[in-house]
């Protein structure tokens, strides 16, 4: 290479380098170190802070504040991962926030996020909230497929939205401050109760001469293909036709359920796992229509 395309080549990395905003992060914790790495190794300018300042001097590259309100002056875009939003309340609560793009990543009921939102306004802040649907180890792994929901100010994702996505891929979901936390808990929700589900089914063979590891894959199969079938039910949902296209109707199932609870007695298994869930088809089946899916059991719950 020539002196000069030496040159030209420094002079393309420093524009790039220059051209990145800046950005504060608040909290340190697992998440929070995965995603300040991200975002050091993407080139872009980091100030960091967190409670307990030897996890903050362990991010190589990044600018330590001594406190949130030195951090959150350093940069146009602060982003927070904390404990919970008490946490958040805490560390900003004698912030200067005005003028400010704050995206929070803390982990938040839909109204504490809400609530969070009108409180960053009133202090002259944008607000952004966000869900993330990742472990620490798949931040800045596209493959992995993590991503963060983010909801609020449309207007600031849209700014943000390259730096937002270095660590993880982004779906916005609404202007609704809420609509990050409630998707984050919805789908977390689905996830324990298949979690569940599991471990019903690794219990009944638990004593029995078969070998998990040869049974999972069987597991993983079956789950997989009948987890297809919230797309019927988010139909249903929409339509409010909880007999369009059902295979296995209600009365079907709840005939069904004595083997499986049967099963479980056989096996010593306790059935809290799926009798809760048993009991409330047998509720939709009294009043409701045996014709129908299982859908009708999501109105059940709603109170």
Known sequence: MSRSEAWSSLEGMTRNSTSKSPVTLLGLGAMGTALA??????????????????????????KVA??????????????????????????????????????????????????????????????????????????????????????????????????????????????????????????????????????????????????????APLLADWLAAMAQGVHGTAAQLKSGDYTEGVVSNLAMQVAGTPTFLATAEGQGVSPELIEPYFALMRRRLDVGSGEEDLTGVVDLLLR
């Open 66 to 215: 001594d406190s949130a309100h030195e951090a959150v002056a350093a940069s146009g875009l602060v982003v927070v991962c904390l404990l919970d939003d008490e946490s958040v309340g805490a560390a900003l609560a004698d912030v200067d926030l005005a003028g400010k793009d704050l995206v929070n990543l803390t982990t938040t009921t839909p109204a504490q996020a809400r609530a969070r939102a009108e409180w960053a306004e009133g202090r002259g802040a944008r607000y952004l909230d966000g869900g993330i649907m990742a472990v620490p180890p798949m931040i800045g792994v596209p493959e992995a497929g993590g991503y963060v929901f983010y909801s609020g100010s449309r207007e600031l994702f849209e700014v943000h939205r390259d730096a937002l996505a270095v660590p993880a891929g982004t779906r916005y979901v609404g202007e609704d401050a809420g609509f990050a936390a409630l998707h984050d808990v919805a789908l977390l929700s689905g996830m324990y109760g298949m979690f569940a589900g599991a471990a019903h089914a690794f219990a009944l063979i638990r004593r029995e001469d078969i070998d998990p590891v040869a049974f």
């Open 37 to 62: 790495r991200t975002w050091l190794a993407a080139g872009y300018p980091l100030t960091v802070w967190n409670r307990t300042p030897d996890r903050a001097e362990a991010v190589a590259g990044a």
